[in-house]
């Protein structure tokens, strides 16, 4: 069945360097990607997403990229600061099932 | 502009009994999506309402019902709580554009069953 794996489950970087978090999906049909950031008790907030029709896009210190061959796509943060701790999520929609499937999240801690 | 909202933010009930979760839409957007998040885990798709009727549904038991009303608000229905139901329900608001629908998440309500 579909399925989202994220890795790694807990990152701990410190203040100012760079976080990667990667997803790979099992559906080959997927086309479009998703990534949340969850705050302690708030709902899971929409932070970047890209479209299988593109290799990469960029939000200010957040980037998103995605290798359709590899069916594998990425999280980098740079310049981290101490409000990025969180925990993300990604996910994976195929056009016509109108549903996400996520990952199983990475908690990330920015040590100041 | 008011995001989506939900209501209860907490609710504690017993074995056997049922619950009702309301789900509001963000402006605009006509389709609702609802989510179980268990503690520790990623979202899992429960099913999604548009146009008042249930499009698509995750592997669920019929336990889980729900309905969207004509303003696109929707209620979650859980019939004879299980401990396992314990978790956080998510509402995710959308609209298709281009094909996609972007969803966004209201803050949640945390059932707990005791």
């Known amino acids: 069945g579909e399925n989202v794996e994220q890795h790694p489950s807990t990152l701990s970087v410190q203040e100012g360097d760079s976080a990667v978090i990667k997803c790979t999906y099992s559906d080959s049909a997927s086309n479009y990607f998703p990534w949340y950031k969850q705050e302690l008790g708030k709902g899971p907030q929409l932070i970047i997403d890209?479209?299988?029709?593109?290799g990469e896009k960029k939000d200010q210190r957040i980037a998103v990229t995605l290798n359709k061959t590899a069916k594998h796509f990425s999280l980098h943060i740079t310049e981290t600061q101490p409000e990025d701790s969180a925990v993300y999520f990604c996910?994976?929609?195929?056009?016509?099932?109108?549903?996400?499937?996520f990952g199983t999240g990475t908690r990330l801690k920015v040590l100041a | 502009d008011a995001g989506v909202t939900q209501s209860p933010t907490h609710l504690i009930k017993t074995r056997g009994q049922q619950v009702t979760l309301r789900c509001s839409p963000k402006s605009g957007h006509d389709t609702v999506s609802w989510y179980q998040q268990a503690l520790g885990q990623g979202p899992q798709f429960i099913f999604q309402y548009y146009e008042e009727e249930e499009r698509q549904r995750g592997n669920f038991p019929d336990r889980f019902s729900g309905h969207q009303f004509p303003n696109y608000s929707s209620e979650l229905n859980v019939n004879a709580l299980l401990l396992g139901d314990s978790a956080l329900y998510l509402c995710?608001?959308?609209?298709?554009?281009?094909?996609?629908?972007?969803?966004?998440f209201g803050p949640g309500t945390r059932l707990t069953v005791t």
């Open positions: 890209i479209r299988s029709n593109v």
């Open positions: 995710a608001s959308s609209r298709p554009w281009q094909g996609i629908y972007e969803q966004y």
């Open positions: 996910a994976a929609e195929t056009s016509g099932t109108y549903k996400y499937i």
